[in-house]
């Protein structure tokens, strides 16, 4: 991961979203030494008053030039509701650069619409599983310039019940839709299934 690429999509985030709340650096020592960002948006005060737009959003910056997904290069996100405290950030931050790594120390890219089992991530204990599904599931999303084609796969937590629903539909893509439809809000840690 070299520091123009990870410019490049850090550019890109603040086109879309303005420039982040906070930035956690973080190192890796493999597969290959190299760091990478995770971008930190955190509501403000008017979002903080509409529970549907309470979030946080977190990104890594610096996945997307190695093979992290083999349909598209992206990098990985997620949405947590309200405002974690700095403890709980940098944990999830450190969490989705760890997940982010595993396809580069394995060598088997993620897949858009794959499940993970035995997932395990700070601030979702009752998970334990997850899907990668890209950032717009209808459309497809990719960062602007400076980033184009480069996407945004997002970590959705899930229980064992919603897995079953999504792997009993036509594709899993419209699985993951139906479970939207049904009121799952995949950014809330403290949500209920929507199975």
């Known amino acids: 991961m070299d520091d123009e690429f990870i410019s490049s999509v850090l550019a890109a985030y603040a086109e879309l979203y303005d420039p982040p709340n ?41 996945f997307g030039s190695e093979t992290l997904c083999a349909d598209f290069p992206c990098e990985l996100g997620m949405e947590v509701k309200g405002k974690p405290d700095e403890t709980s950030i940098d944990a999830l931050a450190k ?6 790594s595993v396809p580069l120390e394995n060598n088997r890219p993620f897949l858009n619409g794959q499940i993970l089992m035995n997932f395990s991530i700070p601030l979702f204990p009752r998970f334990s599983m997850a899907m990668l599904v890209d950032w717009d599931s209808v ?28 792997e009993s539909s036509a594709d899993r893509q419209r699985g993951y839709r ?11 840690p403290d949500r209920e299934s929507a199975v």
């Not at 956690?24 to 008053?49: C, H, K, N």
């Not at 969490?95 to 982010?100: E, G, M, N, Q």
């Not at 139906?178 to 809330?188: E, F």
């Open 139 to 166: 459309y497809g999303f990719r960062f602007p310039e400076p980033a184009a084609g480069i996407g945004l796969l997002r970590v959705v937590p899930l229980f064992e019940a919603e897995v079953g629903l999504i």
């Open 22 to 62: 906070r930035m956690v650096r973080l190192s890796r020592t493999r597969p290959s030494p190299g760091d990478s960002i995770v971008v930190v948006y955190f509501p403000d005060e008017s979002e903080q008053l509409d529970p549907a737009d309470d979030l946080t959003l977190l990104g890594t910056a610096g």
């Open 178 to 188: 139906a479970l939207i439809n049904r009121g799952m809000v995949p950014a809330d």
């Open 95 to 100: 969490a989705l650069a760890d997940l982010a």
